[in-house]
């Protein structure tokens, strides 16, 4: 027995180490707290060590600052992708330019708890500066002073002598760059942009390519006609606060490109026409390309007859109130994007491919809310692996032939709730051959499907005719519900097969259909629904409709909308600019 005893010692510490071990990876070690804003959104990242288990929660709260009354936010998601293990997340719909607290309280079962307190500021809305020279151009090449009788003649002669706060009235006329190039090279200064702004008097034809090469430029009221790159970046340079208003973009091919990066621009209310035949299924030719940038603005833009409407954000931007149809490959591409993108309140119309692409994600999470897409060939949302967190809520999918078929596997990873997927024709609402059971990430329940006809709800794996069979054999949501298209919608107008047109509408619901009511309460989205609990889908009964596209006449011609009958157009409240 003796004998024995250093052997048993020694097993019994390689066990109380071995679980030592086992405790220390399933405890939470916090680490580094990363924030950032745009105007209506926070980001939060939070780097942890530990929790193998992914049992630990992060709560979220805020308020504005000096205000008493916290208000709950969505849990920040738990991620452990791509080489980033931590809580990351938003809290969205927020005023500009105020000055927010963020409280966030971590607990871990195994061990680990830490409160935080973030201040974090949300960007203003871009304001011209208003004590700045006013100087007027016309077309030209060389001479002139600025004035009203002797304008600069074009607008390389304006730009040489252009400091931070200077208007410069760009009159009527056709202008030309160096090279094929009009390069705008003098930056302005914080509060004080260099504005280059149409006059007022008639069309301000800019016929080469615009080529950003400073900070704080602002574009707004031209019109962009050079063919193949509308406007681009320069090698030299990133820019950063650039402003793109109610300018109009005919005939590019890649019309706002980022090319050589840019930080924090803010892009809205422009009319961006491409030169790419929707029918043709092309997957070249970008309407607002960011080239894998951060902290962007693109808001209530136009975008038609190009392949892709929006792509390629970076991390923290927000893309809201676009207006995307008759495009030929997808709608908006977050793809390769890292954590905290935000896509909401667009209305995409008659993609060739796809609606929204997850081809693939590189960070966690996104978001992606009260978007109406309408009806790609393919699928509402592109998957392609790898995929991680993201919120899908409020969405209206409308496919022509199925609504979620491709990477549809990809769904075990995100959060979807509160979500209409509508197939047009008779088919399966979600298609998934490689099946696949619920993880730590899951979150599928409360979505409202309609598969027509067919003989089966959904594939996943096996094929199930109805949804109770489904959950009964997944777990997968319990709470879902069928509705019937033909009597839920004031307006559903999907007349023919991609690439034909679908007519701009509100896809809202009648009362009586049985997805009001029907959705959970998420907090910081929807707690201003009306009724017993939140409507699914994209709109809200008795909510205000929201705006798509440019909020002011451009002087360019727009598709009319299809407004559901009995029901008035109420914008949302604009931006205070």
């Not at 000096?66 to 920040?76: D, E, R, S």
């Not at 709608?331 to 890292?338: A, F, H, K, L």
């Not at 993880?439 to 096996?462: M, S």
């Amino acid at each position: 027995m003796k004998n024995l005893l250093p052997a048993l010692l020694f097993i019994i510490s390689i066990l109380l180490f071995s679980a030592a071990v086992v405790s220390a990876a399933s405890d939470t070690i916090p680490g580094t707290l990363r924030s950032y804003a745009t105007i209506h959104s926070i980001g939060i990242e939070w780097d942890i060590t530990g929790d193998d288990d992914h049992d630990a929660t992060c709560q979220a709260q805020y308020r504005k600052q000096g205000t008493g009354t916290w208000k709950q936010a969505m849990l920040l998601f738990r991620v452990d992708f791509n080489g980033f293990n931590g809580f990351a997340g938003s809290i969205l719909f927020l005023e500009p330019a105020g000055i927010y607290e963020v409280l966030l309280n971590l607990v871990d079962p195994d061990g680990g708890v830490d409160n935080r307190i973030e201040t974090v500021a949300t960007r203003a809305v871009p304001i011209k500066p208003a004590s700045g020279r006013m100087l007027h151009v016309v077309p030209g090449s060389g001479g002139g002073s600025g004035s009203v009788s002797s304008p600069f003649q074009g607008i390389a002669a304006a730009q040489a002598v252009a400091q931070p706060g200077d208007v410069f009235l760009l009159h009527a006329g056709n202008y030309n760059g160096e090279s094929g190039e009009i390069l705008f090279y003098a930056s302005g200064a914080s509060d004080k942009h260099i504005v280059w702004q149409g006059a007022g008097d008639g069309d301000v034809v800019l016929q080469d390519t615009l080529r950003i090469g400073a900070d704080y430029i602002w574009l707004e009221g031209l019109h962009i006609v050079a063919g193949g790159n509308g406007l681009l970046t320069h090698w030299s340079h990133t820019p950063a606060e650039v402003v793109m208003t109610r300018n109009n973009f005919t005939n590019c091919h890649n019309c706002i490109n980022l090319n050589h990066g840019g930080t924090n621009w803010y892009i809205t209310d422009n009319v961006i026409v491409g030169d790419v035949d929707p029918a043709s299924g092309s997957f070249g030719g970008e309407g607002i390309e960011l080239n894998h940038s951060s902290g962007h603005v693109v808001a209530y833009n136009s975008i038609t007859h190009v392949a892709d409407g929006i792509s390629y954000p970076h991390r923290n931007c927000d893309i809201y109130g676009n207006e995307i149809f008759d495009v030929a490959d997808d709608g908006i591409e977050p793809d390769y994007g890292y954590a905290n993108n935000r896509i909401w309140a667009n209305r995409i119309s008659g993609a060739y491919h796809n609606g929204i692409s997850f081809q693939p994600m590189n960070g966690a999470p996104w978001y992606i809310l009260y978007n109406q897409v309408a009806a790609p060939l393919e699928s509402a949302m592109k998957f392609r692996s790898p995929v991680d967190r993201a919120l899908i809520a409020h969405n209206t999918f409308v496919g022509w032939q199925g609504v979620q078929k491709f990477g549809s596997n990809s769904l075990l990873a995100v959060q979807s709730n509160n979500n209409l997927y509508i197939s047009v024709n008779d088919w399966y609402a979600w298609e998934n051959g490689n099946g696949g059971l619920p993880d730590w990430r899951t979150n599928l329940d409360y979505d409202g499907f309609d598969w027509g006809g067919h003989v089966y709800a959904i594939k996943w794996g096996e094929r199930y005719s109805d949804l109770a069979s489904f959950t009964a054999a997944t777990g997968l949501e319990p709470h879902a519900i069928r509705i019937d298209k033909n009597t839920c919608f004031a307006t559903f107008d999907v007349p023919a097969e991609p690439p034909a047109s679908v007519p701009l509408q509100y896809m809202t619901l009648q009362n009586g259909c049985n997805a009001v009511d029907a959705g959970i309460v998420l907090p910081n989205i929807n707690e201003d629904f009306t009724g017993m609990a939140p409507d699914l889908g994209a709109y809200e009964i008795g909510a205000p409709l929201p705006h798509y596209g440019p909020r002011e006449d451009t002087g360019f011609p727009k598709r009319k909308t299809t407004i559901p009958p009995l029901l008035p157009l109420l914008l949302l409240k604009n931006e205070v600019e």
